[in-house]
Nanobody, 123 residues
Framework: QVQLVESGGGLVQAGGSLRLSCAAS????????MSWFRQGPGKEREFVAA????????YYADSVKGRFTISRDNAKNTVYLQMNSLKPEDTAVYYC????????????????WGQGTQVTVSS
């Protein structure tokens, strides 16, 4: 069993930065691939970024490539999402998820989800 708790969301102006954190419970964190998804107002939840078990391979949606960076610290059981050059269209609830398939964009392939953290980008 893995429990995920996101933090770091908030209100930021366009062009600004935020760093999201996702803290995981349990000693099996390092055996899971981790991802971030987001759900904007009136939109379906979508893939944002993913990272494999070791942190050596990362994957990004085209919409965030070059602006967002996913990383993980297995010693701290935490995955991060550094978000730079934020745009109003990045406004969403951001969720972290744990699964077995690195880089998967299919939500049904993830075993555990956090409760989400709100990111609002003003223009």
């Amino acid at each position: 069993q893995v429990q995920l708790v996101e933090s770091g969301g908030g209100l930021v102006q366009a062009g600004g930065s935020l760093r999201l954190s996702c803290a995981a419970s349990g000693r099996t964190f390092r055996s899971y691939a981790m991802s971030w998804f987001r759900q904007g107002p009136g939109k379906e939840r979508e893939f944002v970024a993913a990272i494999n078990w070791s942190g050596g391979t990362t994957y990004y949606a085209d919409s965030v490539k070059g602006r967002f960076t996913i990383s993980r610290d297995n010693a701290k059981n935490t995955v991060y999402l550094q978000m730079n050059s934020l745009k109003p269209e990045d406004t969403a609830v951001y969720y972290c998820a744990a699964g077995r398939l690195p880089g998967s964009r299919r939500q049904d392939e993830y075993d555990y989800w956090g409760q989400g953290t709100q990111v609002t980008v003003s223009s």
